[in-house]
């Protein structure tokens, strides 16, 4: 029988890890050598490891399988105080995220994925109360059906004021929806949004454009948004729009004239990447793209490739 290994054996090998470049791989290591600490001493390996893992990456900062597993079943996690990302791609329910919103040791999270969850309404109004999720800055949400009811509380919620990426793919929210979060008083830094297959329309685009809160947008995903040619100009002429380097409106009706106009929108000189797949492109309209004297020179190329 292998004899168990000492205290200061795992301390040492803690220590190379932590001082060695961050990497995936590293973290997983850490994460299997703190479950092999011996109970007795466990408390000295962790403080070791809080006190220097901050020039660690949050998104390399992965929460392990199993402490999740405690969570979702009301056990405290001490271990989770170490993790900056919980990722969870399967269905947790509507009670899931009540359990992981009233863990209090998911308090230092910054990025979280709870994609094709499951969660519903009342799973997103439970992490938009939590004051556990208060320092997120990316929050993906896609394929839970919240609705317009739940993007208002994500939008009412004081907790959610760090966020700077926001994914709501595929939710059913609608025109309210876009509008709550047009007027939030707290979701006010983002950079990124994501907001397709939603049906927000012209109207919750109208809301959008409007809303100094789109003003640090630099990526916007709309695509399959129910947008037409009066959503997508409302954009484009918005002041809030000039920051953009990436617009991808693609399988809305947008239609010829309005493609055209696009091609000439001041607010659009800085885009990289401008995506109008299924948006009825004609081949005057690929013209007028290709041949903009305002779109960046990405953009034109990626337009001339379709002449």
Not at 104 to 121: C, R, Y
Not at 267 to 286: H, K, M, Q, V, Y
């Amino acid at each position: 029988m292998t004899p168990p290994e000492s205290a200061s054996a795992l301390l040492e090998a803690l220590r190379e890890l932590l001082h060695a470049s961050p990497s995936a791989r590293s973290w997983r290591q850490l994460c299997a050598l703190l479950g092999r600490w011996p109970e007795d001493s466990a408390q000295v390996g962790f403080d070791y490891a809080e006190a220097h893992l901050g020039r660690w990456p949050d998104s390399l900062r992965g929460a392990d399988a199993a402490w999740i597993e405690r969570a979702l079943v009301g056990e405290p996690e001490p271990m989770l105080r170490l993790a900056r990302r919980c990722t969870i791609n399967r269905n947790i329910g509507p009670e899931g995220a009540r359990r992981l919103a009233a863990c209090e040791d998911l308090g230092q999270l910054t990025l979280m994925s709870l994609s094709t969850a499951a969660i519903g309404l009342e799973g997103v109004e439970a992490l938009a109360a939590s004051p556990h999720m208060a320092r997120l800055t990316s929050l993906n949400l896609t394929h839970n059906g919240c609705g317009d009811a739940g993007m208002a509380a994500l939008a009412a919620s004081p907790h959610m004021a760090r966020l700077e990426h926001l994914d709501l793919w595929n939710n059913a929210i609608g025109p309210e929806g876009a509008a709550s979060l047009a007027a939030s008083a707290q979701i006010v830094g983002l950079g990124r949004l994501q907001l397709g297959a939603n049906p927000i329309g012209d109207a919750g685009m109208a809301a959008l454009a409007a809303s100094p809160n789109l003003s640090q947008v630099t990526e916007l995903s709309l695509p399959s948004c129910d947008i037409g040619p009066e959503g997508a100009l409302m954009l484009v002429r918005s002041p809030f729009a000039a920051r953009l380097r990436h617009l991808d409106l693609s399988f809305n009706a947008i239609e010829e004239d309005a493609l055209i106009e696009l091609a000439s929108a001041p607010s659009l000189a800085r885009a990289r990447t401008l995506s109008l797949e299924g948006c009825g492109l004609t081949p005057t309209a690929i013209r007028a793209l290709a041949w903009s004297r305002t779109l960046s020179e990405k953009v034109r190329e990626d337009f001339r490739a379709m002449i």
